[in-house]
């Protein structure tokens, strides 16, 4: 994230082919929409940011259930 205008396109790529290529449920696309989400929330890009975290919410309670802690830390 030193240089984000650079990884941006990168990133997004990455979690592209991660949601094509793996079970939706795996810890690297929650690794991928964490790293996006402090990328936007640094530029400043709040509108961006919220869409991913969205996709976050979304992902851990695939990945754990509706009621796990982890949810209700994200929402």
Same mark, same amino acid.
């Given at each position: ?7 941006? /396109?990168? *990133? $997004?790529?990455?979690?592209? $082919?991660?949601?094509? @290529? $793996? ?8 690794? *991928?929409? @964490?790293? $996006?989400?402090? *990328? ?6 709040? /509108?961006? !940011? ?15 259930? !509706?009621?796990?802690?982890?949810? !209700?830390?994200?929402?």
């Amino acid at each position: 994230l030193k240089r984000p205008k650079e990884c941006e /396109s990168c *990133f $997004l790529k990455a979690l592209e $082919l991660i949601q094509e @290529k $793996l079970p939706k449920q795996n810890e690297l696309f929650g690794i *991928f929409l @964490k790293t $996006l989400i402090e *990328f936007y929330e640094k530029e400043n890009r709040l /509108s961006e !940011a919220k869409r991913y975290y969205l996709l976050e919410i979304d992902h851990t309670r695939q990945m754990y259930g !509706a009621r796990h802690p982890y949810v !209700a830390n994200i929402t």
